[in-house]
C-alpha cells in the first residue's frame, strides 16, 4: 500500500514515477528526487565499509512527518523508490521488501522488452499494470 | 537440451543471415550488426540474471559473475580459465566455446571462426555496459573450439 | 549490646528541587557495630572503592562488565530495610558491614556475638543475604611476640555466622596505626567489598526483573498502570546508571520506549487500558526538550502521579536516553533518534486524539529539534561533527518548517501583518511554552519566543535556520536536499520582494534538475523562476525562460501560448542590436540533415542545397527570419598521436577537431541512436592472423577504433551536460530566409554558395526568429555531414573527325570545350591562333577561313561539353614526300592566362617528284603525282612552266589533254611527261645553269561537293639537264669464238661519246661488275681523255664466270681531275680525283642489254682458250 513509487535509471533521471493520487504529485516528484541523496550515501558507504551490505534492499531512507521513504537499488544501478504513508503503521519490513521484489521483476520484464531502449521512459502497460497494483495493496 | 539446440541453430542461422546481408552491402567483414546484437541481448538479459544476487564488491566480483553465472545460463559451463592484469584487462578463456565445438576441432574452418563470436563479444560487452562497466570486448580463435574473449575496461 | 542505630535515609544534596543526577547517587552500604572504629575508617573506605575496578560476574550468562563502584556508607537502620512491594533501588541500602575491633575471644563471646546474631537476623528476616563482617586489627608490636591464639576471633565468627559463606568475614589490619602492614588486607578488603557488593546487586537485580517481569506480564489487567511500572523499570535503569553502565540503562529505557508505543499502536485498533487516559488529556503546555544529566524530577512526580501529558512524559523519556547517549558520547546517535522520535510523537498525539491548540505542536517540535542541536553543538571534535552532521542537517530542516509553519499561523511571513487573534496566538503559545532557567546562551526557548515576536525577528531567524540547513545538506553532500531548501529560501525571499537571491537559488536548483533529467521538476522551477525575471526586470533571461516554458510539453498549451507571448512582448523592447542567443534543443530538435544535390558532383560557384528536418516545439506557427547552419572547410587530417589527442582537452571552445572523419555521409538522421554513450555501436571486423608461412595462426573478431571508444571518461564529459554553445564561424553557412515554422516537423531547404574547393561539413544550426532577435544555437553537430566541392579547370581540345587530316583540302575539325567545374560567363570567347599556314573557321559560319578566329562562347554551366565544328584549312606548300604537316593551334582561353596549345596533324593528300629522263641527248621531265588519300582526287590542268632565265630551254607538254579525268589516291599515281628542249651550247665548260620548273595544277576532292578546286604548286630545280656524254658498251666474244662462253675471256668494247661542248675534261671509267657473274682480267677504272676526238673506243677484257643472259658490265663515268688541277670549286688537292657526273648528264646506251653466255666449251669444241 504505497502512496508513491519510482523508478530512477543509472545516471539519478526519473524512467518511471507514479503516485496513487494525482494532487501533490509534484511534491512526491520532489521527496523521490532528494530521497537519491540518501541512496548514494548508503551506496558509497557500503562499498567502503564492506560489511554485509550487500542487500540489494536498503530499508528506510528518510521519513517525513506524512511519509517513509524506501530505497532498493539493482545491481544494473537501476533505483527503486516506494513512498508510504507514515500513518500505516501495520507495514511491516517483509511487505516493502515483497513489492520491491515484484518492482524489480516487473522492471527486469520491461528490459527484456527489445522494444524498450535502456535509458528511456518506461512506457510499458504491463508495468504500469504492476505498479497500480503495488500501489493499492494488491497481491 | 531442446533449448539447448534451438538456440544453437537460431544463432547460427543469425550469423549467416547476417553475413549474407552484408555481403550484398558490400560490407563484408563487418560484423558490427552481430556485435551489436549481441550487445543488446547481454544488457537485457543480465537484469534478469543479477536480480537475486547481492550486490557486487567490485569489478573483479562482476567479471567472474560473467565467467560463471551468466556462462552456465547460457553456455550450460563456465568459463576454464580466467586472467587479468588487476588493470582493467581480462582474458576469459574457454575451451570448448559452445558455438564453435560444431565448426571443427583443429584449424579447420579458421577463417570463418570469428563470425560465430561476435555476437558472444557484444554479449559480455552488453552485460558489462548494464552493470556499469563500459568496455571494449574482442575474441581470439586459434586452435578450435577453444576461443579467448579479451576484455579491455575504459579507464576513468 | 544492640546500639540504637540511627539511620535514615540521606537526604540528597541542595540541588534544585526539581532534578537529582542519578550518577552521584552511590550504592548505600550501611555499618554496624563498631561506629567510632568505622568512623575513623569511613574516609578511607568511601575513597579507596572507587579506585579500581572490578569484574561483575552477573546470572544468566550476561556479559562480564568492569565496573567501578563507589559507596556511600550509612548507619544500619532497621526501618530503611526494603519492605515487600517497595520498588526502589536507589537510596536503599543494598549491602550490609559489621564491623568490630573484638581480638579477644572473651568479648567476643560476650558482647559481640549477641550483636552479631541480632543483626544477622534481622537482616534474615529480610531475607537479605548480602552482608559482611569485618574484624579490624590493630597491629601491636608487643602482640606479634605472642603466639598467636589458636582460634581467632575471625574464626569464631566464622565458625558461628559464616560457615556457609566463609568469604563474608575478613579480617582486616587497621591502617591507621600502621600503615606498611595492612596494605595487603586493606586491599584484600576493599576487593572483597567491591565484590560483595556488586555480588549483592546482582542478586537484587535479579529479583528486581523478576518482579519487573512479572508486573509487566499483569499489564492486561485492569488497573495495571503503565506510570507505575514505567517507574519500577526505570530504577532499574537508575541503578545500571549509578554502576556506570550505561549501554544497559539505555536498553531498559528502549524496552519502555517500545512498550509505550506497542501501547498506542494497539489503542488505535481498539484495545484501550484505563490508564492510557491520563494521557489523552488536551494539551496545555509544550515546553521544549531539556536534555540534561539529570534527571528531571519535577516530571517524574507527575509521571508518578499519572499527571504527565503524552509530551511531558515523551519528553522525558527522550531526555533520560539522551542523557545515556550523552554519557557515553554518542550525540550523533541523539541526532539520529530525534527525527523519528518526533515525529512518533506527532503520530502519537494524533492516535490518542490528543487536541492541541494550533502551532503547539509546531513549537514543541521545533525547541525539541533547537535542543538537541544545541547539545551536538557541544561536542567540537571534527570526527563528532562528521558523524552527527549526517542527522542534523535534517532536523535544521526540519525546524525550519516548523518556523515557516508557525510564521504563517501567525502572521509573522513577509508581507503579513499579524491580526490581533494572531497576537493573541502568539501569546498563548509562549505561555505554553513555559519558562526556561536563564542561562548565558539564550535557550531554544529564548529564540522560539523572539522569533514569534516580530516580523523582523522572525525573518532573521528563519533565514538563519534555512540557511544553516542548506551548509548542513551541503557539507554532508547532499546537494539536492540542499537545493529543494534553496526552494523553500527562494519562495521565502520572493515574499520579502528579494526576487534577486530568489532567482539565484532557484536557478542552482533548476540546473541540477536538469542535469539529472527531472523534466516535470525543471518546468516548475522554470515557472517560478520566471516570475522572479519579471520583478528583476532582467529581460534576456525572462526571454529565455519564456522561450523554454513555451515548449515544455509537461505545461498545456494555453499555458505554452501565454508564456509564447511573453516571449514575443518582451523581446521586442529589447533594445540592444545584437540578437538574443539561447539553447536550439530548448525549442526544436534536430531530426535529419541531409545534402540534396543531382548525381552531378559540386564545383566552386555552385550552389549546394541542403535538406533540414527539425521538429518545432513551439505551440504554434512563428514566422522563421533565418535558418543558418554553418559550414567548416575540413582541412588535412592530423595523423592520430598524443598532440591530437591533449589538443582536444587542452581546447576550451566547443569547435570540433578538425579531423578528417572516416568517410562524409550525404545525410544522416540526428538523435536516433541512444544518447548514452554506454549504448554506442562498436564496429567490429574479422581479422585473419597469418604467420610466415602463409598458415592461418589465429583469427580475430576485433574492433578497428578501439581507441577512440576506450577513451577517458572525462575527456567525453557528461553526455548530458548543458553546455551553452559558442559561436562558430557562421561566415561560410547555408542560410534560408523568411519561412513559417509550424509546429511539429518542419523541412527547410538551405543554401549555400560555395566559392572554393575541399570538403566540408557542417558546424551549428542556428535559427532565428522574431526579426532577428532570438537566435537559437545548436551544438556542434558530430554528425559526420558533409560535402566535397570540386573544382576541374576548363579544358580545350580541338578533334579531328576522321582520324587522318589532310592538308591543303578543307577539313573539319571539332573545338571541344569542357567547362569541368567551372562557369562560362557570357561573351567570354576564345581565340584561336593557328600557326602559319593554317586556316580556321567556325563551319557555320560561311565567312572565309581566319587565320586567326574568335570563337565566341555562351554562357554555360559546370560539366558541360559544347562542340563547335571548324572548317580548317592547312596550306599546302610543295609537297616531295609524304611527310606529315604539324600545325599548332594556340588557344586563348578566357579562364586562364595561357593559352592552350593544340597540335594538329595534316597528312599531305599527295606528293609530287620531278624525275629528269634522257634519251640520247633528249631529255624528258617526268612529274609523278603520288597519291596518298583513301579517298580520289581529281586533277585538273596540270602544268608543268619553267621559271627564270629559259632560254636555252623549253617545255613541251606531252599529256594527253583530253581523256579520263586525272585522278589520284593512294595507289593510283599520275606520271605526266614533259620534254625538255635543251638549246646546243656552243660554248664549252659553262655550265648550265640550273632551272626552276614549277609544276601547278589543281586539285579537287571528289567526294566532298562543298569544296572547291584548290592549286597545287611546286618547283623544282632542274640541273644537269644536258647530256653530255653517251656511253655504249658491248660484250664480244673474243678472237675466234663465235659466242660468249662462260669462263672464257670476252671483250668488253666501250664507246664513249661526247655530244656536249661543255665536257672537255678527261673522263674516268670504271667498271662495276657483279662478282658472281663477271671476273675483270686486267685493269678496272682507266681514264681516257676527249680533248679532240669526240668519241673513243676502250676495250677490256671481262670473263663471265656462269653462262645465262648475263647483263652487260656497267661502266662508271665520272670526270677526273689530275691532281694539280683544281676541283669545281673545292681546294686543290694532292690526289687525283674523280667527280661523278649527274644522272642526266651521262646516257647510257646499253642500259640493260643482256649477253648470252654459253656455257663452256666441253673439252673437245675447237676454240680453246
Known sequence: MAVCIAVIGKENSPKYVACLHSENELQFHYKVHTALDVVEEKLSLAGKSNCDVRELYLGLLHSTEEHKIFGYVTNTKIKFIVIVEAANTTLRDNEVRTMFRRLHAAYTDVVCNPFYIPGDHIVSKKFENVVKSIMSGNS | MADEALYEFLHSELVGYVTEKSAKENKKDDLSALEYMGFSSGYRIIERLTKERPRFNDELDTVKFICTDLWSTIYKKQIDNLRTNHQGVYVLHDCAFRFLSKLSSGRQYLESAPKYVAFTCGLIRGALANLGIKCLVTAEVQNMPGCKFHIQVQRS | MGRVVEAGRRAPEQAPPNEFSVMDAKPIVTY?????????????????????????????GRPVKSVFTEAEFSPFDRSQLPKEGDWHLIGLPIFHTYWTECVDVDIYKTSVREDIDLWLKTLQKFGIDDWLIVQVETYDIKRSNKLLPRTTVLDKIRSDFASKHPDRCISVINPIRSESKSAETWRGLLSRIRVLLLQAYDTTLVRFEETIRKQRERRIEPGWSFCKYFLLQEELAFVLEMLGLFEEALVQYDELDALFTQFVLNYSVGETPNWLGSFQGPLESWPGLQLTHKVNQEQRLLIQDSQASLLQFRSYLFARQSAMLLLTLQPWEIA??????????????????????????????????????????????????????????????????????????????????????????????????????????????????????????????????????????????????????????????????????????????????EVEGWRSLAVETRQELVVCYRHTDDKEKYVKTCASLACSHELDVERRMYY???????????????????????????????????????????????????????????????????????????????????????????????????????????????????????????????????????????????????????????????????????????????????????????????????????????????????????????????????????????????????AGIDQEVTLIVNTGSHWIKKDSKLILRPTEGLQAQLTDDDECLLSKLEVALPETGPFQTTQYPLRVLARLGSQKDNSVLEHKVDIDCPWSVEAQPAVLQFHPPFCTSLRLHTSHRRKFAQVLVTGLTKSFLQVTKPELRLEGDCSSVRLLPLNPTAGQPLMIRQGFNIVLLWELEVAKQEEEETGDSPIQAVFTMFYLPVTDSHSQERLYQCSFDINDYRTLIIESAKVEPSKGSE??????????????????????????????????????????????????????????????????????????????????????GKAASLHPRREPFSPGQVFNNSKALQVHVLPSAPPGESGGP
Open chain 3, 336 to 513: 539520529k533518534r530525534t527525527l523519528p522520535f518526533l515525529h512518533n510523537c506527532i503520530a502519537e498525539l494524533r492516535i490518542l486524539e490528543v487536541t492541541c491548540p494550533p502551532g503547539s505542536v509546531a513549537c514543541w517540535v521545533f525547541l525539541g529539534c533547537l535542543e538537541v542541536l544545541r547539545t551536538c553543538e557541544q561536542f567540537n571534535d571534527s570526527t563528532q561533527v562528521q558523524k552527527y552532521s549526517r542527522f542534523t542537517a535534517s532536523l535544521w530542516a526540519y525546524a525550519s518548517d516548523k518556523l515557516k509553519e508557525l510564521g504563517e499561523l501567525c502572521g509573522l511571513l513577509p508581507g503579513m501583518q499579524p491580526t490581533s487573534e494572531q497576537l493573541h496566538l502568539v501569546v498563548g503559545l509562549s505561555a505554553g511554552m513555559g519558562d526556561v532557567p536563564l542561562s548565558d546562551e539564550p535557550t531554544p526557548t529564548d529564540q522560539l519566543k523572539e522569533a514569534l515576536s516580530s516580523n523582523e525577528a522572525f525573518k532573521k531567524h528563519y533565514l538563519e535556520f534555512a540557511e544553516l540547513a542548506m551548509g548542513t545538506f551541503k557539507h554532508i553532500n547532499r546537494v539536492r536536499l540542499a537545493r529543494v531548501i534553496g526552494r523553500d529560501l527562494a519562495a521565502f525571499h520572493q515574499r520579502l520582494g528579494d526576487y534577486q537571491t530568489a532567482s539565484l537559488f532557484l536557478d542552482a536548483a533548476l540546473r541540477m534538475l
Open chain 3, 1043 to 1128: 659466242f660468249c662462253r662462260a669462263s672464257t675471256m670476252c671483250h668488253l668494247h666501250l664507246t664513249v661519246e661526247r655530244v656536249s661542248e661543255s665536257v672537255r675534261s678527261s673522263l674516268m671509267y670504271e667498271v662495276l661488275v657483279d662478282q658472281t657473274m663477271w671476273a675483270v682480267c686486267g685493269r678496272t677504272t682507266g681514264v681516257v681523255t676527249l680533248d679532240e676526238s669526240h668519241k673513243q673506243t676502250i676495250q677490256l677484257d671481262v670473263m663471265p664466270l656462269i653462262s645465262g643472259y648475263l647483263p652487260v658490265p656497267h661502266v662508271r663515268l665520272s670526270r677526273y681531275i689530275p691532281a694539280d688541277q683544281k676541283p669545281l
Open chain 3, 32 to 60: 554496624a557495630g563498631d561506629k567510632t572504629l568505622f568512623s575513623s575508617l569511613e574516609a578511607l573506605l568511601v575513597q579507596r572503592i572507587p579506585q579500581e575496578a572490578t569484574e561483575w560476574k552477573r546470572s544468566y
Open chain 3, 564 to 806: 509564447l507571448n511573453q516571449m514575443v512582448e518582451v523581446l521586442s523592447s529589447i533594445t540592444t542590436g545584437l540578437p538574443l542567443v539561447t539553447q536550439f534543443s530548448e525549442a526544436f530538435e534536430l531530426l535529419s540533415v541531409e545534402v540534396k544535390t543531382d548525381k552531378q558532383k559540386l564545383v566552386v560557384g555552385g550552389i549546394v542545397e541542403i535538406v533540414v528536418e527539425l521538429q518545432s516545439l513551439l505551440p504554434r506557427s512563428m514566422p522563421l527570419k533565418q535558418a543558418a547552419l554553418s559550414l567548416e572547410k575540413i582541412s588535412k587530417m592530423e595523423p592520430p598521436s598524443e598532440t591530437a589527442d591533449k589538443k582536444h582537452s587542452n581546447s576550451s571552445s566547443s569547435l570540433p577537431q578538425t579531423e578528417e572523419p572516416l568517410f562524409l555521409k550525404r545525410s544522416c538522421l540526428i538523435n536516433k541512436s541512444p544518447n548514452n554513450p554506454l549504448l554506442s555501436r562498436i564496429s567490429m571486423s574479422q581479422c585473419l592472423d597469418y604467420q610466415q608461412d602463409q598458415s592461418l595462426k589465429a583469427a580475430w573478431a576485433t574492433c578497428r577504433d578501439s581507441r577512440y571508444f576506450l577513451r577517458r571518461a572525462d575527456s567525453q564529459g557528461n553526455h548530458r551536460n548543458i553546455t551553452t554553445s559558442l559561436q562558430t564561424d557562421f561566415s561560410l553557412c547555408a542560410s534560408t530566409d523568411n519561412n513559417m515554422l509550424e509546429p511539429g516537423k518542419n523541412t527547410l531547404v538551405l543554401q549555400a554558395k560555395v566559392t572554393e574547393p575541399g570538403k566540408f561539413q557542417f558546424g551549428q544550426m542556428s535559427i532565428k526568429l522574431c526579426e532577428g532577435h532570438l537566435e537559437f544555437l545548436s551544438n556542434v553537430l558530430h554528425c559526420g555531414v558533409g560535402f566535397e566541392v570540386t573544382s576541374e579547370p576548363p579544358t580545350v581540345s580541338l578533334q579531328a573527325l576522321t582520324s587522318d587530316l589532310l
